[in-house]
C-alpha cells in the first residue's frame, strides 16, 4: 500500500509536544487527510511485544489502533476545534491483526452538536479488511496547553 503523505501542513504539524503516548507505543503515523471523504488514512506499527498466545495483535492493541483512527479523524479533519472522547465503540475483529505494519482509516460518519459518530478500518497491506469499528465521541473543547499553532 502506497504511503503518500502530502506536503500539505496539518493540524498535527502545529501541535505543541510530541505525538502522545499511546499513539507513539502502537506506531501511529499520518499518511493524509481526505477532507472531502470526511476520512483519515493512518498507518500503526504492531510490535511483537503486543502478541497474544496465538501470534497475532492482541485485541486490546486492535482496540487502541481503532479508536485512534476514528478520534484522529475527528481531529485532523476539524482542525483540533474539538477534544474527542470516546463514549462507546463496537469492534469486530474479522482476521488476525498480524506483528508489523497495518494501515487505518477513520472515518466520520455524522456530527450532531457534541457527539460524533465514526467509523474506522484497519487493513494489511493488500487491502485485507483486519478489524472494523464504530464509535460514538463527545466533542470537548481542545486544552488550551494543547492547541495548535496558528499557520
Known amino acids: 500500500m502506497a504511503e503518500p503523505k502530502s506536503d500539505e501542513e496539518t493540524v498535527y504539524d502545529r501541535l505543541p509536544g510530541e505525538v502522545p503516548p499511546v499513539a507513539k507505543l502502537i506506531g501511529w503515523t499520518l499518511l493524509r487527510i481526505d477532507r472531502e471523504a470526511q ?3 493512518v498507518s500503526f506499527q504492531g ?3 503486543f502478541v497474544n498466545p ?4 492482541h485485541g486490546g492493541f486492535v482496540t487502541a489502533m481503532l479508536d485512534e ?7 485532523g479533519i476539524h482542525e483540533a476545534q474539538f477534544l474527542p472522547v470516546t463514549v462507546s ?3 469486530d475483529f474479522i482476521r488476525p491483526v498480524p506483528v508489523g505494519k497495518v494501515y487505518g482509516e477513520g472515518r466520520i460518519t455524522s456530527m450532531l452538536g457534541k457527539s460524533a459518530f465514526l467509523e474506522a478500518r484497519l487493513t494489511d ?4 479488511t483486519l478489524a472494523r469499528a464504530t464509535g460514538v465521541y463527545r ?3 481542545w486544552p488550551e496547553a494543547f492547541r ?3 499557520s
Open 39 to 41: 476520512a483519515i488514512h
Open 47 to 49: 510490535a511483537a511485544e
Open 54 to 57: 496465538s501470534g497475532s495483535i
Open 69 to 75: 483512527c476514528m478520534g484522529s479523524a475527528v481531529v
Open 89 to 91: 465503540m463496537t469492534t
Open 125 to 128: 497491506a493488500q487491502e485485507q
Open 139 to 141: 466533542l470537548l473543547p
Open 148 to 150: 495548535p499553532v496558528p
